[in-house]
């Protein structure tokens, strides 16, 4: 009874464990199970989740999808993106978020029994950065106006908020040009147009574009705006004559490039740019130029304008006019005739035509004769080549120690034009043709050169006297050099004693030895008065300054300034008692055709030391340098 009570109690025991295990094995709803998906295509203001749903917990999924926040342990009351329903892999887009931020993010799902997580997960979102830009070649380039643009390639993580170009004269044209803001922001190609340039200007262009980051750059390209034709104005025409004019104007911009060439166009028609000549002046850029017109005729209207070239062209001023002034005399002018050394009788002249008055040279020249003012009509003339500028002719088969008058003529259309009168007194030659210099003072011609022939007008040989002794015993004409040495001619001449001056055959044809009143005519004329002249010794003062040459005297003495021309030379004498030469450099002595006595004659001396003229007698033995005076 006790084991079938114990049975029993086995049994039902038994039957109550198999109660609650049954129990225990029919399974609960309940919330899903998921994971969360890392975070990816993260930009400025958004990013890519998702999740993983494991488990429904025995109920539909009914919302799936991801909830964020900046705070850690986001739930779906915050920011959230829905995803779909139902288990498995989802993912889903978060946006509007802010740059360079931390965010946390879980992917949930929802079923009957409630809303789960997945686990967090976090990232940050990107930074903004600037916009990449690129400029644009130029296109459509004019003389004030050009296109630009570039093109937004990225917009850096934020809107564009305006885009464009800067312009300038200046490598960064960003800091200090112009901006010229596109029509729209945004990315993409873009173009805007550049107004107001000035031509033939190189400028720099440089794109950019603006987001929240700032304003981005692209690289700087130039190009130069096209020339303009220069600007230039016509000047009026000055120094007008029959056959020339001076014309110019003025660059008054260059229009943006070098200018190449500039000048003037002239002619006869009133179109001269088409008709005319042209003449250029001087290259330069803004400013005034002239130019020289050259051949014109006479009496004529001429039309001209200024002109300047530059790589955009050719521009004009205004046509102006002028006319050239009718036709006068020429001018022309004397140049001094010259002698000729090796020639007495010829003479070269000439003179320089400055002027042919506007007309034609049909002759130019020299007139000459003996008597003032000559000309064409009446006097000997050497004609020239028919031009103007200098000239020069050969006066021949003139008369010996003559003064002559000469004048340069031109003669144009109008008639014969005379340059100013100078003279010229013609040399003289003895009969072994040495030439002398000769002067005028007062109203005699002189020789201003000691004589120095070895024979007489005839031919005749004179007798040279050499040796002192010889000399001093001598009783009849000759003559001798200093010391016998005959190289002393060419500067001093020769020394005659009385005999071969009294012969009246010395000096040159028409011409005779000076006599003692011939000196006193000179000295008369240098101011002596008659009563010094007639004295004797030292006379007069500074007269012998005046005849003596500045150079060539012994030092320490009064030098000479030969004013009056005559040119003494100190070649000294010799003595009639001994022969003797003396006193060269120290005294110049001319004996003079005039006796004193039976057996002496009037001589003249002029020493360093001394201003004065001596008057003197010596014995006819005595040697002298000789003056000749021509025969009026």
Known sequence: MIMKKVLNLLILGCFLVGITTLNSCKKDKDMPTLTTTAVTAITTTGATSGGNITDDGGAEVTDRGICWGTATNPTTSGSKVSSGVGSGSFSADLTGLTPNTLYYVRAFATNSEGTAYGNEVSFTTAQVVGATVTT?????????????????????????????????????????????????????????????????????????????????????????????????????????TQSSAVAGGSVTSTGGAAITERGVYFGTGNDPATTGTKVTATLGDVGSFTVNLTTLTAGTRYYFVAFATNSAGTSFGTVLDFTTTDVVLGTVTTTA?????????????????????????????????????????????????????????????????????????????????????????????????????????????????????????????????????????????????????????????????????????????GWRVASDNDFKTLEMELGMTQGQADGVYERGTDRGVQMKTPTGWNPGGIAGTNSSGFSAVPGGYRFYETGLTTAMGAVASFGTSTSHSATSYI??????????????????????????????
């Open 136 to 240: 644009a070649a130029v296109t459509a380039i004019a003389q004030t106006t050009a296109t630009a643009g570039g093109n937004v390639t990225a917009d850096g993580g934020a809107d564009i908020t305006e885009r464009g170009v800067y312009f300038g004269t200046t490598s960064n044209p960003s800091s200090g040009g112009t901006k010229v803001a596109a029509a729209a922001a945004g990315t993409g190609a873009f173009t805007v147009n550049l107004t107001g340039l000035t031509p033939g200007t190189l400028y720099y262009v440089m794109a950019f574009a603006t987001n929240s980051s700032g304003t981005s750059y692209g690289t700087a390209v130039q190009f130069t705006a096209l020339a303009a034709a220069p600007a230039v104005t016509t000047a009026q025409a000055t120094s007008v």
């Open 337 to 509: 005739p010259a002698l000729i050394a090796t020639s007495s009788t010829s003479v070269t002249a000439g003179g320089n035509v400055t002027s042919a008055g506007g007309g034609t040279i049909s002759e130019r020249g020299v007139c000459y004769a003996i008597t003032p003012n000559p000309d064409i009509d009446d006097d000997t003339e050497a004609s020239a080549t028919s031009t103007t500028g200098t000239f020069q002719v050969t006066l021949e088969g003139l008369l010996e120690g003559t003064v002559y008058y000469v004048r340069a003529y031109v003669i144009n259309e109008e008639g014969p034009a005379y340059g100013t009168q100078a003279q010229i007194l013609t040399m003289v030659s003895d009969v072994e043709d040495n030439i002398y210099n000769t002067v005028l003072i007062g109203d005699q011609v002189w020789m201003a050169e000691n004589l120095n022939t070895r024979r007489y007008n005839d031919d005749t040989a004179i007798p040279n006297i050499t040796g002192n002794a010889n000399w001093a015993a001598a009783t009849s004409a000759g003559y001798s050099y200093y010391m016998d040495n005959v190289t002393y001619g060419a500067t001093y001449g020769a020394l005659y004693n009385f005999w071969a001056i009294n012969t009246g055959r010395l000096c040159p044809t």
């Open 603 to 632: 001589y003249r001396q002029l020493w360093y030391n001394t201003a004065t003229v001596y008057r003197v007698d010596v014995p006819y033995a005595a040697g002298f340098s000789v003056r000749c005076v021509k025969v009026n």
